[in-house]
């Protein structure tokens, strides 16, 4: 295993949009990736960038990451679907 970071260019894919999945696409759109996500149960990604949303705008009234966080981060996902999900990675 490396210690190098992924390219900020690099597209996420992320299946399952529970809270392990919410969590690690937070965690890669704030690293500046965007982020596909999928979820066979309907709304569940809207439900997890909404989470995310909050998530950073809690973070940033406590002065933990820039208050542009909460509004610019959680642009960076959407919903997709499998097929989408072919271009993460690269």
Do not use: N, W, Y
């Not at 709304?43 to 933990?64: C, P, T, Y």
């Amino acid at each position: 295993m490396t210690d190098q970071a992924l390219d900020a260019a690099v597209v996420v894919g992320v299946i399952g949009a529970g809270a392990m999945g919410a969590g690690i696409a937070q965690v890669a759109a704030q690293a500046g990736h965007r982020v596909l996500m999928f979820d066979a149960q309907p709304g569940a990604v809207e439900r997890a960038i909404a989470q995310a949303a909050g998530s950073l705008k809690a973070l940033a009234d406590k002065g933990k990451v820039p208050a542009e966080h909460a509004t610019t981060i959680p642009v960076r996902m959407r919903a997709a679907t499998l097929p989408e999900l072919a271009e993460c990675g690269s």
